[in-house]
C-alpha cells in the first residue's frame, strides 16, 4: 500500500534521527516555556507534573470545579483548553482537571493565553462572569 511505503521511506531516511532531535529540542523549548508560564499564573492554585513525553500538561486545581464549565468563558477571551472530565472512563470523573497542549503556541501566545485561562478558574471561584 501507497501508506506503508511511504512510512517505510520516512523510516529509512538517513536524516531520520537528526530530524528527531530537532523536533525534541523544539517541544522540549515549548514545554520549558508553559512550565515556567504555568507557575508564573498558576503556580498558587494548582499542580501539575513535567511531561516526558507527549504535548500535554495535566493540571489540578486545587479547588474542585467542572472544568467544562470554565470552556465558553475562556473561548469568549480567545483562549481554547481541554476540560479534563472527558477524558476519564469513570461516570463519575475527578473533577477540576485542565488538559493544556503546549505544542501549538509560540511561547509568548501560550504565556498570554494561561494569563487569561487563570483569571477565568479565578473569576469562575469568586463567583464573577470571566467575560
Given at each position: ?44 492554585f ?14 489540578r486545581l ?15 477571551r ?54
Amino acid at each position: 500500500r501507497l501508506s506503508q511505503a511511504l512510512v517505510l521511506q520516512a523510516l529509512r531516511d538517513p536524516s531520520r534521527a537528526a530530524r528527531l532531535a530537532q523536533l525534541c529540542a523544539f517541544y522540549r523549548t515549548r514545554r520549558d516555556a508553559f512550565a515556567a508560564s504555568l507557575q508564573t499564573y498558576f503556580g498558587d492554585f494548582a499542580e501539575w507534573a513535567l511531561p516526558g513525553g507527549g504535548l500535554f500538561f495535566w493540571v489540578r486545581l486545587a479547588r474542585c470545579i467542572d472544568t467544562r464549565d470554565l470552556l465558553a468563558p475562556a473561548l469568549t477571551r480567545k483562549v481554547a483548553f481541554m476540560p479534563g472530565e472527558p477524558f476519564f472512563a469513570d461516570p463519575a470523573p475527578p473533577r477540576g482537571m485542565l488538559r493544556l497542549n503546549f505544542s501549538h503556541a509560540d511561547p509568548a501566545a501560550a504565556d498570554h493565553g494561561l494569563a487569561v485561562l487563570a483569571a477565568v478558574v479565578r473569576d469562575a471561584w469568586s463567583g464573577r462572569r470571566s467575560f
